[in-house]
């Protein structure tokens, strides 16, 4: 496994995969490595990537000031262990210079999907998120990328990035991976105590239930909203949202819905968690 630390070796790694035939598979993460992101590892070879890297760099752009930048675990021996037991052939893992050098000042910014949901509650946050990832896909040139579903709409603007600007990137989203009592993975799962862990469930929960009034029938918004708002208020300390949408745009539903995914946002103790649930699609929590 080759490891680089300068975008240009990035890059001309990548280039020299290509030249021999191969197809890379692109991982983007900002480390702190867990199933989940090693699960879009294998992903990449399923996709047809036979060269596949992944990029560990805690983006500062896309943390506010008041967020947890500065406690974000960064496990970065442990992470190249586990992309070699994976299987993985290139790790880029910039510092923050190498990425932003003096005198950056360009920034990329999406429209309408980055307004709801996360954008209200972090309203900086995307577009430092596909500022970093249009560089990334610059470097890497063309891919398959493949990112989690659990970052629900970053999943969705980085599909609508890719399309809008021509980008040779192929981008595919990777179900939820979850530990067995539903708790959906993050590398924020290790700020957790147990008690807050145990208070944590309560999304999985919510979203377990929704999936099964859906199985039974249930098609109204509102109804499927409240079935996960109930648990979750209950267990977190405060709610960030709760909500129903059409997964493509990512629009507020009511009334009675056909396609819809339940998304969640919440806080407990000082670490916030997101999840969410495509109803009729994902598998119950
Ligand atoms: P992060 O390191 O949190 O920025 O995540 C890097 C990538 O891993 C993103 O595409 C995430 O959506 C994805 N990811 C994180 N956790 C999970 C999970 N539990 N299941 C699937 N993908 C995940």
Known sequence: MQV????????????????????????????????GHLSLV???????????????FVNPLQFAAHEDLGRYPRTLEADLEACR?????????????????????TTVTLGELTKPLEGV??????????????????????CV???????YQQWRLLERLALDLDLPVDVVGHRIVREADGLA???????????????????ARGLRAANE??????????????????????????????????????EA????????VLLVAAHVGRTRLIDNLELGVDPAP
């Open 185 to 203: 993975l993050s590398s924020r799962n290790r700020y957790l105590s147990s008690e807050e862990r145990q208070r944590a469930l309560a999304i």
């Open 121 to 142: 509650h972090r309203p900086t946050h995307f577009s430092g998120v596909t500022t970093v990832v249009t560089k990334l896909f610059a470097l890497a040139g063309k």
């Open 85 to 105: 037991a994976r299987g993985v052939d290139l790790v880029f893992a910039p510092d923050d210079g190498a990425m932003y050098p003096p005198g950056f000042q």
């Open 42 to 56: 294998d992903r990449a070879a399923e996709e047809g990537a036979t060269f596949r890297a992944v990029t560990i």
């Open 145 to 151: 990328a493949i990112f989690g579903r659990k970052d």
């Open 4 to 35: 680089v630390r300068e975008p240009k070796a990035f890059r001309e790694a990548c280039e020299a995969a290509r030249a021999t035939g191969a197809r890379v598979g692109l991982v983007p993460t900002m480390g702190a490595l867990h199933e």
């Open 213 to 250: 009034a859906w199985q039974a029938g249930m098609r109204d918004a509102a109804a499927l909203v409240e079935i996960v708002r109930g648990p979750v208020e209950e267990s977190f300390d405060s709610v960030d949202y709760v909500a129903i949408a059409e997964p493509t745009t990512l």
């Open 253 to 260: 539903l009511e009334g009675s819905v056909t396609e819809a």
